[in-house]
């Protein structure tokens, strides 16, 4: 079983590299520098399609570590598919993401290939929590997401990078899916009692990927997504010059809350904590890796939960979750 990484040297991808330490892994990225010494690599960039495909076609699994995805995704998710190798990534941009669903389905089901995108530390989890959550309800009107920042942790550049090269999105909030479509409609949720707070938060629409992977596998109402007001705005303001200021390797304290608020015929908060942004994401990534080398699903673009046993990869996962 080979697994390649592209991106390897990129922040998370040597945090995904060290998690699957015990495997055969091949480093992939552009950069013979930034790859020496992390392990067995091969250069090859994202311009060269046709060398990109063959390397990819001795390997089970690639999983994607580049950054943005908004730039530079597609071109692997292209050549995995050609190569008939199943495919992951860290992406946790909700238009991308979106858009790896509508353009690569039918492409991935034709070539048996599984695509999992949006294997992370938020998303994910969320993902997986409300498939949990919707098992419970007979029926589900609205589904209110969030995200809480908890760490002293800063994002890494490469996440600044993301978020810069996303600013749209960010600055108009994406998406919301309501009565079965997805549309730019406002949310309705203006504040949000976040777990251990004492008063509700103001908050703002936020451009949550999952929003892109919920309505595929849940049938609801309304799904929105929100953020506190602050960070909200700090992420439609962010300038190249805020970027640069980024550390490139953040440290492993960055907590995060993850809330999932679901009305139907009853009302469930799921939520997910977690001490380590960027160690989770790998984490997460290592483990989808493993199960898509293993076989584990059908193929065709997956949402989290329709690709995995949603409680058993929870489980294995650097977080405590609940539903409540
Ligand atoms: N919860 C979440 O949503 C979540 C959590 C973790 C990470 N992420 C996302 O994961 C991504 C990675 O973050 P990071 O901090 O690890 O970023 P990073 O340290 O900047 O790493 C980016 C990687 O992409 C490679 N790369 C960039 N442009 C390329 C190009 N044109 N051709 C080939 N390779 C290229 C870089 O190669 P070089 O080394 O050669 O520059 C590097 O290996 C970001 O989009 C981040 O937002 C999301």
Redesign the pocket.
Known sequence: MTIAVY???????KLVVDRLRGEDVLLL???AE?LRGLGSFEVV??DEPDRLVDVLRGCDVVVN?????EL?GEAVVRAAIAAGTHYAD???EQSYIGRIFDRYDEAARDAGVTVVPMV????FPVDLLVSVVAGRLERIDEIVLAHRFTGPTAL????G??GLANLDLFRTGGLVHTGGRFTDAPVRTSSLLFPGGDEPSPVAKFAL?EIATIPRHVTAGHVEAVGEADVVALFAAVTPEVVESLP?NPGPDGGFVLVADVTGDQRLRGVVTGQD??GT?AAALAEAARRLAAGAAKPGVLAPAQAFDPVDVLDTLDVTWSIS
Request: glycine share 24%; charged share 15%; net charge positive.
């Open positions: 991106g390897a040297s990129g922040h998370t991808g990225g552009r950069n930034r960039g994202l570590c580049v950054a943005p995805f530079h860290l992406a946790g992370n530390d938020g998303g890494s550049r490469g996440s990078r993301t990927p490139e942004t960027y994401a």
